[in-house]
């Protein structure tokens, strides 16, 4: 019989990742308004430097993954990367305090955050996978997903009052640089209270595959031999992420509808409150109707919450607020979800890897997803969330390809 009990390393990789959300979304809802403060005179390039901030970063983090998770299947450990990956995005923000000599700073920032994250994000997934049945791949992952999410709504909250101090009534974006950095100073200390729970975690490679190393299956980084499935699966996130810009372009254009910060912060709150309270049961869900279900529907909600912010007037003050929300059940109906997925279908010895070419595989249409959205944002403020509309309809189109998923991996035990 199942053992339906969470175990430790997926309890204390949740509290890690908690921690750093909270200080990661202390400063995520700031940084558009932040960008913007740099370039004051300069208010034409916004978009655009925010999409190459954001798209550069993104990308780095998608394609170290890939290699961060073939490295980790190579050594046979989970554990050492992880803990060097989240002390790197701690240590980046520091980065932000420059930002007044030059906007390039905010990018060496949001760089190094994202290259810790692409060095942990595949090692940690697979040590989540490998530490629960097969059968409970989707409840775990849904857990880790509501400890982000909730770690991330707590931040916004805290970044909500610490912003309320600063706020010019005027503007309604804080005052001066020096109020972003008071903000930026205390997020650093939950980023490395976040790391110290990691040395609690044990490691599950090395315990239970000490015979792999010698006779079992190697990584594979040849996609071409991976299962049909996966690679429809893959090939429909890649072009879903075209369309999937950052997040801080959400931000701006609730601010150029005429919300003032606070309560753009309060909406990103919502967001991942919603993230919160909805992951886990998405991720018990996929386990019992199928992943591809349950992503199907996650993709049409983007789909219908994209497409509503590219056509919202300034006067829909509450109907922002209902997409806000939509747009965390969104997240909460994927992101977890799709990582068991590939966990169901990777091949044998490569889980990993095949977790890292998911992320890679994202983060390669990053860059140009928020690029594009940067340009079409400067030509139409609503132009880049059609096209994530748009974007999102055809990889569900291309997702219905994939047969029925078998329920032998829900159905295996520990």
Same mark, same amino acid.
């Given at each position: 019989?199942?053992?339906?009990?969470?175990?430790?390393?997926?309890?204390?990789?949740? *509290?890690? /990742?908690?921690?750093?959300?909270?200080?990661?979304?202390?400063?995520?809802?700031? #940084?558009?308004?932040?960008?913007?403060?740099? @370039?004051?005179?300069?208010?034409?390039? $916004?978009?655009?430097?925010?999409?190459?901030?954001?798209?550069?970063?993104?990308?780095?983090?998608? #394609?170290?993954? *890939?290699? /961060?998770?073939?490295?980790?299947?190579?050594?046979?450990?989970?554990?050492?990367?992880?803990?060097?990956?989240?002390?790197?995005?701690?240590?980046?923000?520091?980065?932000?305090?420059?930002?007044?000599?030059?906007?390039?700073?905010?990018?060496?920032?949001?760089?190094?955050?994202?290259?810790?994250?692409?060095?942990?994000?595949?090692?940690?997934?697979?040590?989540? /996978?490998?530490?629960?049945?097969?059968?409970?791949?989707?409840?775990?992952?849904?857990?880790?997903?509501?400890?982000?999410?909730? =770690?991330?709504?707590?931040?916004?909250?805290?970044?909500?009052?610490?912003?309320?101090?600063? @706020?010019?009534?005027?503007?309604?974006?804080?005052?001066?640089? =020096?109020?972003?950095?008071?903000?930026?100073?205390?997020?650093?200390?939950?980023?490395?209270?976040?790391?110290?729970?990691?040395?609690?975690?044990?490691?599950?490679?090395?315990?239970?595959?000490?015979? $792999?190393?010698?006779?079992?299956?190697?990584?594979?980084?040849?996609?071409?031999?991976?299962?049909?499935?996966?690679?429809?699966?893959?090939?429909?996130?890649?072009?879903?992420?075209?369309?999937?810009?950052?997040?801080?372009?959400?931000?701006?254009?609730?601010?150029?509808?005429?919300?003032?910060? /606070? +309560?753009?912060?309060?909406?990103?709150?919502?967001?991942?409150?919603?993230?919160?309270?909805?992951?886990?049961?998405? =991720?018990?869900?996929?386990?019992?109707?199928?992943?591809?279900?349950?992503?199907?529907?996650?993709?049409?909600?983007?789909?219908?919450?994209?497409?509503?912010?590219?056509?919202?007037?300034?006067?829909?003050?509450?109907?922002?607020?209902?997409?806000?929300?939509?747009?965390?059940?969104?997240?909460?109906?994927?992101?977890?979800?799709?990582?068991?997925?590939?966990?169901? #279908?990777?091949?044998?010895?490569?889980?990993?890897?095949?977790?890292?070419?998911?992320?890679?595989?994202?983060?390669?249409?990053?860059?140009?997803?928020?690029?594009?959205?940067?340009?079409?944002?400067?030509?139409?403020?609503?132009?880049?969330? $059609?096209?994530?509309?748009?974007?999102?309809?055809?990889?569900? $189109?291309?997702?219905? #390809?994939?047969?029925? +998923?078998?329920?032998?991996?829900?159905?295996?035990?520990?």
């Amino acid at each position: 019989m199942t053992n339906h009990k969470m175990p430790r390393n997926v309890i204390f990789l949740g *509290l890690t /990742s908690f921690f750093t959300d909270v200080s990661t979304e202390m400063i995520y809802p700031l #940084l558009q308004a932040f960008v913007t403060m740099v @370039l004051a005179a300069k208010t034409a390039l $916004v978009g655009p430097v925010l999409g190459i901030v954001e798209g550069v970063a993104e990308s780095t983090a998608g #394609l170290l993954k *890939l290699f /961060s998770g073939y490295y980790s299947d190579r050594i046979r450990n989970r554990k050492s990367p992880a803990i060097f990956g989240y002390s790197t995005s701690a240590v980046s923000k520091s980065l932000l305090f420059l930002a007044g000599f030059g906007w390039y700073f905010i990018l060496l920032s949001r760089f190094f955050d994202r290259v810790g994250k692409g060095i942990r994000t595949a090692p940690r997934d697979a040590l989540i /996978s490998e530490s629960v049945s097969a059968s409970i791949h989707g409840r775990a992952f849904g857990f880790h997903r509501a400890m982000d999410f909730a =770690g991330a709504s707590l931040g916004v909250l805290i970044c909500y009052f610490l912003a309320s101090r600063y @706020l010019d009534p005027v503007t309604g974006n804080l005052k001066d640089l =020096g109020s972003f950095y008071r903000i930026f100073i205390w997020s650093i200390f939950p980023a490395f209270m976040g790391v110290c729970f990691l040395f609690f975690i044990r490691d599950t490679r090395g315990r239970h595959h000490e015979a $792999v190393d010698t006779d079992g299956p190697k990584p594979n980084l040849n996609l071409k031999t991976y299962p049909r499935n996966l690679q429809i699966l893959f090939c429909a996130q890649m072009v879903f992420t075209l369309g999937n810009s950052s997040n801080q372009f959400l931000l701006l254009r609730s601010m150029d509808l005429g919300r003032p910060l /606070s +309560e753009v912060i309060l909406m990103y709150f919502a967001f991942n409150l919603s993230c919160t309270v909805s992951a886990s049961f998405f =991720g018990s869900l996929s386990d019992r109707i199928g992943r591809k279900k349950v992503l199907l529907g996650g993709y049409g909600l983007y789909a219908v919450v994209y497409l509503s912010f590219g056509f919202i007037t300034a006067g829909s003050r509450y109907v922002l607020w209902l997409f806000w929300i939509l747009y965390g059940i969104y997240c909460s109906m994927t992101e977890g979800n799709i990582k068991a997925f590939v966990a169901d #279908l990777s091949p044998e010895g490569s889980k990993a890897t095949a977790l890292g070419f998911l992320h890679t595989i994202s983060g390669l249409g990053l860059l140009p997803a928020s690029i594009i959205a940067g340009l079409l944002f400067s030509w139409k403020e609503g132009a880049p969330f $059609v096209f994530g509309g748009a974007m999102a309809i055809l990889s569900m $189109v291309i997702l219905a #390809l994939v047969p029925k +998923e078998s329920n032998q991996a829900r159905n295996q035990e520990a």
